[in-house]
């Protein structure tokens, strides 16, 4: 019943900037935290940040500090990642998760409903 839908992949150049969208669907954010995951080729889902339902408490993983940041609008039900100064590296596909929890990390294991994911590849 629960759902969550990513979008605003796509294909930027080196140093460019994207905005992916998070939009929870059967639930609202002030009842659940949400964090944005990527999983590159050959390698394991890693968490990027996330963010608390209740206040404005956020995490970043140390890849990511400085460059990306992570927001909600619970006027439209929805999270943000905005990404900038995007690397190759950041080439993977993003999902955006929810936890059962209003608390928030960066462990897979600490979310229980996943979206399908949106493509960022990061490439001249």
């Known amino acids: 019943q629960l759902q969550l839908v990513e979008s605003g992949g796509g294909l930027v150049q080196p140093g460019g900037s994207l905005r992916l969208s998070c939009a929870p669907s059967?639930?609202?954010?002030?009842?659940?935290?949400i964090g944005w995951f990527r999983q590159a080729p050959g390698k394991e889902r890693e968490g990027v940040s996330c963010i608390r339902s209740v206040g404005s408490i956020t995490n970043y993983a140390d890849s990511v500090k400085g460059r990306f940041a992570i927001s909600r609008d619970n006027a439209k039900n929805t999270v943000y990642l905005q990404m900038n100064n995007l690397k190759p590296e950041d080439t993977a596909v993003y999902y955006c998760a929810a936890s059962a929890t209003y608390f928030c990390g960066l462990g897979v294991s600490d979310y229980k409903y996943w979206g399908q994911g949106t493509q960022v590849t990061v490439s001249s």
């Open positions: 059967g639930f609202t954010l002030d009842s659940y935290a």
